[in-house]
């Protein structure tokens, strides 16, 4: 290792609150100690990492508050301290800290608010790609359909909630009162931008999430098909799913191969 990679290392060491000698690299000078002055470091890096969870999680720290929301990020920070260049990834093991660690473990719903807002988040930055049109499978051969594969957008993110995570966020944003956090069923939905680019969040039934799951799969049509026996005739499967498929266009999740 170099001497700047070894000064660099030791640096960071100090930032996350590791055993670090850099101060023997310090000089001293003006009328703060060589400690007061790497502390100021050592704070601005806290407040910099505490800014970034708070914008990336606004409703969840409110729903937390600031006691809870200081406990979650200080507890964050000593656990998953930052190791990429990018602050983007930064929070993203928020959820399964939020799951596993105590006092928070023991409310599931605050686990599924930063999980959604992280899902919003990676629908937001997800790279764009043409949307399929209609024409597009107006073209395509009878004979074809079985092995069609139709494509979800890559913003297309879904999740399943037994907490009512997502009418919470929704209710904290319009300055609303939450609701029950626990729900009686499960809710199922889908995040993603939409033919104008808006990220949008719907919620969807249980079948529809079980057949975009398996478009993520890359399932061929004749196989959505054989997935819907056990709920509808067969003789009106193909309808259905047509139908489907013509509302995942107009919501902009469906691309051209």
Same mark, same amino acid.
């Given at each position: 290792?170099?001497?700047?990679?070894?000064?660099?290392?030791?640096?960071?060491?100090?930032?996350?609150?590791?055993?670090?000698?850099?101060?023997?690299?310090?000089?001293?000078?003006g009328q703060?100690?060589?400690?007061?002055?790497?502390?100021?470091y050592?704070?601005?890096?806290?407040?910099?990492?505490?800014?970034v969870?708070?914008?990336?999680?606004?409703?969840?720290?409110i729903?937390?508050?600031?006691?809870?929301?200081?406990?979650?990020?200080?507890?964050?920070?000593?656990?998953y301290?930052?190791?990429?260049?990018?602050?983007?990834?930064?929070?993203?093991?928020?959820?399964?800290?939020?799951?596993?660690?105590?006092?928070?473990?023991n409310?599931?719903?605050?686990?599924?608010?930063a999980k959604?807002?992280?899902?919003?988040?990676?629908?937001?930055?997800?790279?764009?790609?043409?949307?399929?049109?209609?024409?597009?499978?107006e073209?395509?051969?009878?004979?074809?359909?079985p092995?069609?594969?139709?494509?979800?957008?890559?913003?297309?993110?879904?999740?399943?909630? +037994?907490?009512?995570?997502? $009418?919470?966020?929704?209710?904290?944003?319009? *300055? #609303?009162t939450? =609701?029950?956090? &626990? @729900?009686?069923?499960?809710?199922?939905?889908?995040?993603?931008?939409?033919?104008?680019?808006?990220?949008?969040?719907? +919620?969807?039934?249980?079948? $529809?999430?079980?057949l975009?799951?398996?478009? *993520? #799969?890359?399932t =061929?049509?004749? &196989? @959505?098909?054989?997935?819907?026996?056990?709920?509808?005739?067969?003789?009106?499967i193909?309808?259905?799913?047509?139908?489907?498929?013509?509302?995942?266009?107009?919501?902009?999740?469906?691309?051209?191969?």
């Amino acid at each position: 290792m170099s001497d700047l990679a070894k000064l660099q290392q030791q640096f960071m060491d100090l930032l996350q609150g590791e055993n670090s000698d850099i101060t023997e690299q310090i000089a001293q000078q003006g009328q703060l100690s060589t400690q007061q002055r790497l502390s100021i470091y050592q704070n601005a890096y806290k407040i910099r990492l505490r800014a970034v969870i708070e914008q990336d999680h606004q409703q969840l720290g409110i729903y937390l508050g600031d006691d809870l929301f200081e406990q979650m990020v200080d507890g964050y920070l000593a656990l998953y301290p930052s190791s990429h260049t990018s602050l983007r990834i930064f929070a993203d093991k928020l959820p399964d800290y939020l799951a596993t660690q105590t006092p928070f473990k023991n409310y599931p719903i605050l686990a599924d608010i930063a999980k959604f807002e992280r899902l919003l988040l990676s629908a937001f930055d997800a790279s764009d790609a043409a949307l399929l049109a209609v024409e597009s499978l107006e073209m395509v051969e009878p004979l074809a359909w079985p092995t069609l594969i139709l494509n979800l957008h890559p913003s297309a993110q879904l999740v399943k909630f +037994s907490t009512s995570a997502v $009418e919470s966020w929704q209710a904290i944003k319009e *300055k #609303q009162t939450p =609701p029950d956090p &626990q @729900l009686s069923a499960l809710r199922f939905w889908v995040i993603a931008r939409d033919a104008d680019r808006r990220t949008q969040y719907v +919620s969807v039934d249980e079948q $529809e999430y079980r057949l975009l799951n398996l478009l *993520k #799969q890359k399932t =061929p049509f004749a &196989q @959505l098909c054989q997935s819907c026996l056990n709920e509808l005739p067969g003789d009106k499967i193909a309808e259905f799913l047509i139908i489907k498929v013509n509302q995942w266009l107009e919501r902009g999740w469906l691309i051209s191969g």
